[in-house]
């Protein structure tokens, strides 16, 4: 079936870096986009970027540019989402989503919603 | 950037009842609005895509409705599996902003 199965949870101290992973399996992962999306305790849904697994273009949140880089790795249909330089703020569950596009006669006009999320994987940012 | 707003932020209403949750975005975004579903201690789930396109599988109590600045998801018998926090989500172009939620109970 069609799923995305994330890393295990993380916990680091401030000023570091994290990398988290979303393996797809049951579609064709080339097809789709990412998305990351994280939810800090208690609090709602904030969308930090997206990538085409396609090829690589990103776009990202503007307060997390510089901090945050998405890659895929099309050979083993995953991808990664890293956060640099960890605050205390950055504590949240991080999911990842599968993008699907909306075309016309084959051609992408747009992203679509997120149609598929993994599991979701806690990292705390704690000295 | 866009913002989008819903109300109410927590609202509560016996079983059967209609409920109705509002988002409204602070530019037009068209037609390109999803909801969410979040039950406690769970993944998001998609609903509603395209403003008002039920997504495969999902109930077909919930409805959405709008277009342009303003839009609706209606659950039209409040069952309690209903019980979660709804997000609508813009996704004309980035940043594809979530409101802030809406906590849904049961009276």
């Known amino acids: 079936q069609v799923q995305l199965v994330q890393s295990g949870a993380e916990v680091k101290k401030p000023g570091a870096s994290v990398k988290v992973s979303c393996k797809a399996s049951g579609y064709t992962f080339t097809s789709y986009g990412i998305s990351w999306v994280r939810q800090a305790p208690g609090q709602g849904l904030e969308w930090m970027g997206w990538i085409s697994a396609y090829n690589g273009n990103t776009n990202y949140a503007q307060k997390l540019q510089g901090r945050v880089t998405m890659t895929t790795d099309t050979s083993t249909s995953t991808a990664y989402m890293e956060l640099r330089s960890l605050r205390s703020d950055d504590t949240a569950v991080y999911y990842c989503a599968r993008v699907r596009y909306i075309t016309i006669f084959g051609v992408v006009i747009n992203n679509d919603a997120f149609d598929i999320w993994g599991q979701g994987t806690m990292v705390t940012v704690s000295s | 950037d866009i913002q989008m707003t819903q109300s109410p932020s927590s609202l509560s209403a016996s079983v059967g009842d209609r409920v109705t949750i509002t988002c409204r975005a602070s530019q037009g975004i068209s037609n390109y609005l999803a909801w969410y579903q979040q039950k406690p201690g769970k993944v998001p789930k998609l609903l509603i895509y395209?403003?008002?396109t039920l997504q495969s599988g999902v109930p077909s109590r919930f409805s959405g409705s709008g277009s342009g600045t303003d839009f609706t998801l209606t659950i039209s018998s409040l069952q309690p599996e209903d019980v979660a926090t709804y997000y609508c989500q813009k996704y004309n172009s980035a940043p594809e902003t979530f409101g802030q939620g809406t906590k849904v109970e049961i009276k």
């Open positions: 395209a403003a008002s």
